[in-house]
Nanobody, 126 residues
């Protein structure tokens, strides 16, 4: 059983930056496919970034390309989501998700992930 805990959310002004962290226990990110999802009020959960077990492949939603970066710290067993140039429309609860499997492709839909964190709130003020 993999347990995920997100941290780093908060309130930031538009144009600012935040870095979210996802810590895993019960599993190593070197053996997991990982994704960051977000869900705003009244909206469906969407994948904003994903990375495969090696860190060699990544995915970004069009809405965050060039602003967000997903990365893995294999030593600390953390996955980060660096978020720059934040916009009010980025306001949402952000979730880290993971699934076992050392496969090359990234996973971008919620149904592909078995493990989820509790979420961290990101609020961007205008």
């Amino acid at each position: 059983q993999v347990h995920l805990v997100e941290s780093g959310g908060g309130l930031v002004q538009a144009g600012g930056s935040l870095r979210l962290s996802c810590a895993a226990s019960g599993g190593a990110f070197s053996s997991l496919a990982t994704g960051w999802f977000r869900q705003g009020p009244g909206k469906e959960r969407e994948c904003v970034a994903a990375i495969n077990y090696s860190g060699g492949r990544t995915y970004y939603a069009d809405s965050v390309k060039g602003r967000f970066t997903i990365s893995i710290d294999f030593v600390r067993n953390l996955v980060y989501l660096q978020m720059n140039s934040l916009k009010p429309e980025d306001t949402a609860v952000y979730y880290c998700a993971a699934d076992l499997g050392r496969i090359g492709r990234v996973r971008t839909t919620p149904s592909e992930y078995d493990y989820w964190g509790q979420g961290t709130q990101v609020t961007v003020s205008s």
